[in-house]
């Protein structure tokens, strides 16, 4: 069973910064495509970004696109996702997950294992 673990949420004022990361257990992280998904009080999860298994794919949900990125390094076998400019309406709790192939996917049904989630929460 994957072990998802993320780390780095935490508060911050409204045009800060924050990197997440997410640490996978396995020995075959790079065949898989990550993704970051995030849940705020009282709605859906939804997509945040992913990226496939060799990094060299990756898409945003549009709200995010220009200010955060995805990135991953497969030799530490984590995936970070590094948030710039950020505003209160990215507060949410943020989860890791992982696909079973190496294409990136915006669906979190094409997802199999998650994280237990990491908060982050932005002032105005």
Same mark, same amino acid.
């Given at each position: 069973?994957?072990?998802?673990?993320?780390?780095? #949420?935490? /508060?911050? !004022?409204?045009?800060?910064s924050?990197? /997440?990361?997410?640490a996978a257990s396995?020995?075959t992280?790079s065949?898989?495509?990550m993704?970051w998904?995030?849940q705020?009080p #009282?709605?859906?999860?939804e997509f945040?970004?992913?990226?496939s298994g060799n #990094?060299? $794919?990756?898409y945003?949900?549009?709200?995010v696109?220009?200010?955060? $990125?995805? &990135?991953?390094?497969n030799?530490?076998n $984590?995936? *970070?996702l590094?948030m710039n400019s /950020?505003k209160?309406e990215?507060?949410?709790?943020y *989860?890791?997950?992982?696909?079973r192939?190496?294409?990136? &996917?915006r669906?979190?049904?094409d997802f199999?294992?998650w994280? !237990?989630?990491t908060?982050v $929460?932005v002032?105005s």
């Amino acid at each position: 069973q994957v072990q998802l673990v993320e780390s780095g #949420g935490g /508060l911050v !004022q409204a045009g800060g910064s924050l990197r /997440l990361s997410c640490a996978a257990s396995g020995r075959t992280f790079s065949s898989y495509g990550m993704g970051w998904f995030r849940q705020a009080p #009282g709605k859906v999860r939804e997509f945040v970004a992913v990226i496939s298994g060799n #990094g060299g $794919t990756t898409y945003y949900e549009d709200s995010v696109e220009g200010r955060f $990125t995805i &990135s991953r390094d497969n030799a530490k076998n $984590t995936v *970070y996702l590094q948030m710039n400019s /950020l505003k209160p309406e990215d507060t949410a709790v943020y *989860y890791c997950a992982e696909r079973r192939v190496a294409a990136a &996917s915006r669906k979190a049904a094409d997802f199999v294992s998650w994280g !237990q989630g990491t908060q982050v $929460t932005v002032q105005s």
